[in-house]
């Protein structure tokens, strides 16, 4: 069973974890890949499964440019949370066609 952790993390701990000087740059990199940030007191936060969710999907999509009929393989010996595991299985889901190249479709909507 998939169970997600509804830890949150403020964008000021994000900025510092992520590097960057200001909050307004991680607000950017938040919206642009489309995670809801939430008001608590005077900061802003997201939930860290979110977080790790998109880092994971940036990776993949990655490795299935590099390796595209092995990338599957390659993530389960690098990832070691099987929830994770399960979450990109069941968003990039993918079948093979007559014994050949397996065709990668992305199972949710951009």
């Known amino acids: 069973m ?3 952790n509804i830890l949150i993390i403020t964008v000021s701990e994000l900025t ?5 000087r200001q ?3 991680t607000v950017k990199w938040l919206n642009q890949n489309n995670i809801e940030t939430h008001k608590m007191g ?3 936060a997201v939930y860290r499964w979110q977080i790790d969710l998109k880092l994971n999907e940036l990776s993949v999509e990655k490795l299935q440019r590099i390796y595209p009929t092995k990338w599957m393989d390659i993530y389960k010996k690098l990832q070691t949370d099987s929830e994770m ?3 990109i299985s069941t968003i990039y889901s993918y079948q093979e066609r007559n014994n050949s190249i397996p065709q990668f479709v992305k199972s949710r909507k951009k």
């Open 2 to 4: 998939f169970f997600l």
């Open 16 to 20: 510092k974890e992520f590097g960057y």
């Open 23 to 25: 909050n307004e740059t």
């Open 42 to 44: 005077r900061d802003l």
């Open 85 to 87: 595991i399960e979450a």
